[in-house]
T-cell receptor, first 113, second 112 residues
Framework: GENVEQHPSTLSVQEGDSAVIKCTYS??????FPWYKQELGKRPQLIID?????GEKKDQRIAVTLNKTAKHFSLHITETQPEDSAVYFC????????????FGKGTKLSVKP | NAGVMQNPRHLVRRRGQEARLRCSPM?????VYWYRQLPEEGLKFMVY????????ESGMPKERFSAEFPKEGPSILRIQQVVRGDSAAYFC??????????FGPGTRLTVL
């Protein structure tokens, strides 16, 4: 089955700097890669996603890149703000199943004002 | 659209009791997924259901755990004879076509 590795586990940046979180996956049949933001005690919120037929997708300060050959994808946050502080999870849709997501262990992002 | 609803938000049970967790998907969504999250950890898939059908239960323990999504009403995750190790946050997510998943607020289960 699918396995998703996420790095780093913690990330601290200064306000205004960029933050990059990287994930690798094992199943070459995986075709959908969402990113979720989870604030303490809250639900995971879908912030951006990418499908395997696209190499990059951008939404304002957030972008995701996908390298299918290397089986890795990354989240890029530019001009970080204190409200970006949260735990970010990457996920991959298991190519062998009909829809469940396999999640990375999360990255705790702290943006210092 | 009210979003995915879960209740109760917090549930306390003593060892050996039963826990029932409910999930109402977003309007128009017929796919429901249940995930479990331990403190400081990621989400682990448990079960995937469509109306009246279990599609994939590969992540759910074979004993004590069951799930259903009836034709009418919410999806229910049922844990019988709870043990302390069942303490976790249980999230459900719904999807219109089985791709994008939107999460509910979760039920935080504490087993005393």
């Amino acid at each position: 089955g699918e396995n998703v590795e996420q790095h780093p586990s913690t990330l601290s940046v200064q306000e205004g700097d960029s933050a990059v979180i990287k994930c690798t996956y094992s199943d070459s049949a995986s075709n959908y890669f969402p990113w979720y933001k989870q604030e303490l005690g809250k639900r995971p919120q879908l912030i951006i996603d990418i499908r395997s037929n696209v190499g990059e997708k951008k939404d304002q300060r957030i972008a995701v890149t996908l390298n299918k050959t290397a089986k890795h994808f990354s989240l890029h946050i530019t001009e970080t703000q204190p409200e970006d502080s949260a735990v970010y999870f990457c996920a991959a849709k298991d190519g062998g199943s009909q829809g469940n997501l396999i999640f990375g262990k999360g990255t705790k992002l702290s943006v210092k004002p | 659209n009210a979003g995915v609803m879960q209740n109760p938000r917090h549930l306390v049970r003593r060892r050996g009791q039963e826990a029932r967790l409910r999930c109402s998907p977003m309007k128009g969504h017929s796919h429901v997924y249940w995930y479990r999250q331990l403190p400081e950890e990621g989400l682990k898939f448990m079960v995937y259901l469509q109306k009246e059908n279990i599609i994939d239960e590969s992540g759910m323990p074979k004993e004590r755990f069951s799930a259903e999504f009836p034709k009418e009403g919410p999806s229910i995750l049922r844990i019988q004879q709870v043990v302390r190790g069942d303490s976790a946050a249980y999230f459900c997510a719904s999807s219109p076509v089985g791709v994008e998943q939107f999460f509910g607020p979760g039920t935080r289960l504490t087993v005393l």
